[in-house]
């Protein structure tokens, strides 16, 4: 992918109102320019229903999150034998800010009247066809914030059903199929690798610290060893945290000058150095990324993720015991 490639220049021809009976869904005939510079005519249908933010709401002493239940038409014409579909609170915006909309749909869908929220993204969920970004919030809830049953409204036909699960119950939901919206989904996850329910009472966390070692340095011995000094300045400041720092390098090192390797990137640093990174993410509790541009940290990290295992992106981000 080109990154300074200049955005397509498009040309709106006419737009064909289809219906306008819930939402609005409009054929929209353009005009597109490729990338030869021809001109090409399309048209597409798109499906306005406005934006929408949503919210899972969590407590760390509990360890549970708060989700809804309720019946989903399309889900039912599309393979859903029961049509209910498990989600976290959801609405649209209604010519409100994200903030202001989230904080009244928390309070009608599921009885919470929170505090506080935290913004963590944006995503358009269905590009290909539907004009909605939705806006994507987290906050803690507690028990004395409960100030009705919820349920949502019924001059709104919905009939809503609050579920309080346990954090590992609704993971494991996700693993199952249990747990199908995609929204939803999202946000559990972001929870897993943000650790937004450990407690600070939480054990010490086992640390990867993943950057760059020969990426950036063109195998200049100096500059190498300026990348080991500044990670194992970072890994000082984990250990300061009351965690337990380690670097793949640490590992790999010593066994590669012991195996015989005789230059940077011969076969026996490439069967030792990267794969022993690897096997200790077994042994780990969490990635934390550091410094600059590195293929081999960004290995780390997807690996990571994939295990299930928190990934942080700076420092600040890990707890303090």
């Known amino acids: ?5 200049p955005h397509p220049q498009v040309r709106i021809v006419k737009e064909e109102l289809l219906s ?7 054929k929209v005939t353009f ?3 490729k990338g030869n510079g021809q001109w090409e005519t399309q048209s597409r249908e798109v499906y306005d229903r406005g934006n929408v933010a949503t919210i899972l709401l969590y407590n760390r002493k509990k360890q549970t999150v ?9 889900t039912y014409k599309n393979g859903n034998r029961t049509g209910l579909l498990i989600e976290a609170c959801a609405g649209l915006l209604d010519k409100e800010t994200p903030e202001r909309s989230i904080l009244r749909e928390t309070e009608e869908e599921t009885g919470y009247r929170i505090k ?4 963590i993204g944006e995503a358009y969920m269905s590009p290909g066809s539907v004009t909605e970004i939705l806006h994507f919030f987290v906050a803690e809830y507690d028990d004395d914030m409960a100030i009705g049953t919820g349920g949502g409204l019924d001059e709104e036909q919905e009939n809503i059903e609050v579920m309080e699960l346990p954090y590992r119950q609704a993971l494991q939901m996700v693993e199952n199929g249990e747990i199908r919206d995609a929204k939803t989904i999202m946000l559990l996850q972001y929870a897993r690798i943000h650790g ?13 610290i993943a950057g760059p070692y020969r990426s950036g340095t063109n ?6 060893q300026e990348n080991m000094k500044r990670m194992n300045e ?3 400041q984990v250990y300061q945290a009351g965690h337990l720092p380690v670097l793949g390098e640490w590992y790999a090192l010593p066994l590669i000058a012991a195996a015989g390797s005789q230059a940077l990137g011969d076969e026996i640093f490439t069967r030792i150095f990267h794969p022993s990174s690897i096997r200790l993410l077994d042994h780990c509790d969490a990635v934390l990324r550091v410094g600059g541009a590195s293929a081999g940290a960004d290995e780390m990290v997807r690996i990571a993720r994939e295990k299930g295992l928190l990934v942080y992106e700076r420092l600040e981000e890990l707890p303090h015991l």
């Open 1 to 5: 992918m080109n990154a300074t490639k």
């Open 20 to 26: 306008d009976n819930w939402y609005v869904l409009k």
């Open 31 to 33: 005009e597109y320019e």
């Open 66 to 74: 708060v989700l809804t239940r309720q019946f989903r038409m399309p």
């Open 116 to 119: 506080g929220v935290q913004k």
């Open 196 to 208: 937004l329910l450990q407690t600070t009472a939480a054990k010490s966390l086992h640390v990867l």
């Open 219 to 224: 195998d200049d011995p100096a500059k190498i």
């Open 234 to 236: 970072i890994a000082l």
